[in-house]
């Protein structure tokens, strides 16, 4: 587990525009009071998590019956297709009349989240190496479930690092452009996070597999 990276994703998630301060932003501004941005953060953390902590758990789950190297090919594959989806299907934002509540912001976000393929970025750090599953799998079945037991209560630990520094990143962000910046410097500004994200799933993606 490398906690570093997972709280270095989390600021870079935050600091992506198109996973939940942009909104929050564009909330505020739209209600003309920086409460709208203070509401929007919370569900969009919430929906982020969610996102995240279900492929963590989905893949843990698969890691009870697929073998290792499966699995390992299984993941970056997951991570080059929704790399190249990303930069294939590319747009800007847009924004018209939003009346959204916490439900609605939450189910945007873990929607966003899921898209930009946020959680399976993470897996490449979570994921146990392959000297201790063989190991675990030489001993008795006991030893392998808590072996299993610990992979998940890390992949939870992980979740709620990335979720901490996501959430943090993406405050700032947020308070920084409602007060001081605007919306009007991301015309150019989006389209280099957005495809420098989807480059970095690509790229993991084929680390992952040629390990």
């Known amino acids: 587990m490398d906690w570093h990276a997972m709280v270095l994703l989390g600021a870079y998630h935050g600091i992506n525009p198109g996973m939940g301060w942009l909104f929050a932003v564009a909330l505020g501004l739209q209600?003309?009071?920086?409460?709208g941005v203070w509401r929007a953060l919370p569900p969009i953390a919430l929906?982020?998590?969610l996102a995240v902590g279900t492929v963590l758990l989905g893949v843990w789950l698969a890691g009870l019956v697929v073998p290792l190297e499966a699995l390992r090919i299984l993941?970056?594959?997951m991570l080059m297709t929704f790399g190249v989806y990303r930069l294939w299907r590319h747009r800007h934002p847009r924004f018209?009349?939003?009346?959204?509540?916490?439900?609605?912001?939450?189910?945007?976000?873990?929607?966003?989240?899921?898209?930009h393929g946020a959680g399976f970025m993470l897996l490449p750090f979570v994921m146990p190496v392959p000297a201790t599953l063989a190991a675990a799998g030489s001993e008795h079945a006991q030893h392998m479930m808590t072996t299993q037991s610990n992979v998940a209560m890390a992949d939870g630990l992980a979740v709620a690092i990335h979720t901490l520094a996501y959430l943090t990143v993406m405050t700032l962000a947020a308070w920084i452009v409602y007060r001081k910046v605007g919306l009007s410097f991301l015309r150019s500004?989006?389209?280099?996070?957005?495809?420098?994200?989807a480059a970095a799933l690509v790229v993991t993606g084929v680390v992952v597999l040629t390990e």
């Open 31 to 35: 209600q003309g009071s920086a409460r």
């Open 47 to 49: 929906g982020h998590a």
């Open 75 to 77: 993941v970056a594959s």
């Open 96 to 115: 018209g009349g939003m009346q959204v509540g916490f439900r609605d912001l939450t189910t945007w976000s873990f929607l966003m989240a899921s898209a």
């Open 189 to 197: 500004a989006w389209l280099n996070v957005d495809w420098a994200w």
